[in-house]
């Protein structure tokens, strides 16, 4: 696979684990029971926020690699 190839899947991936990321975490987050105080919300809030940046490093790293 070329890496020009890689570079198109891979933003079809990120693009995807996002819109992923944000339904699971969103769903999660109605869950919650309503009138929570900020402070309990925000250590959530940070996760959910910074929790995709994992999956699309990966997957960064994987389309940046030279072809063969």
Partial sequence: MTQ???KA???????????????????????????????VLMPYFVVAGMGWLYPAMWIIRWMARPDA
């Fill in 4 to 6: 020009r190839s890689r």
């Fill in 9 to 39: 899947l891979g933003i079809l991936l990120i693009l995807g684990s996002i819109v992923a990321w944000l339904s699971l975490f969103t769903s999660v987050y109605l869950a919650f029971p309503p009138g929570l105080p900020i402070w």
